[in-house]
């Protein structure tokens, strides 16, 4: 069975959208967090994507083209949610938003130099890193080759070394 083969025959007992879409919904999340930089909105962005996909998957002509169909919803809806999320910042704009401290500094710094990428690399990095997909499966869903993701994660790794060899330990740099 294809990947996309799962909307048009569900198994007994199991809703169509339900089947395998967990074979991609670590990789909408990903794609949603490296535009969004909050799991929590990630999550959210990623049902509303696959609601809208199970609304909209008539339209979709050819099959062999829906990760990267569904990758085009999932930044849509991503776009959205910063857009809302911007709306909602120029009317508090007095406020501060204060970000629970992190028990672990390392972990921050990590998230901190991920976000500063460009997001092309910060999309790669948190696909294969955080959502533990392959180049192959990268490639798939953002429309490219292994080797232009393979590439990606090269430049991002080069931008993210300088950062990550101030966490290492004194003795350990490499």
Sequence with gaps: MRKFDWWKRPATGTSR??????????????????????????????????????RDLRRLRQAEKFAGWLRGICRNVAKGFV?????????????????????????????????ELPPRGREVVLLHYFSGLSHEEIARLLGTSPQAIHGRLVRARRKLAPHLRQLAPSGRQS
């Design 17 to 54: 959208a339900s089947v395998r879409s967990t074979s991609y919904y670590s990789a909408v999340v990903g794609v949603a967090y490296a535009m969004l930089g909050d799991i929590h909105q990630a999550e959210d962005a990623a049902q509303e994507t696959f609601a809208i996909a199970c």
């Design 83 to 115: 857009r809302r999320r911007s709306r909602r910042l120029e009317l508090d704009a007095p406020a501060v938003i204060d970000e629970p401290a992190s028990s672990n500094g390392s972990a921050e710094a990590v998230r901190q130099a991920v976000t």
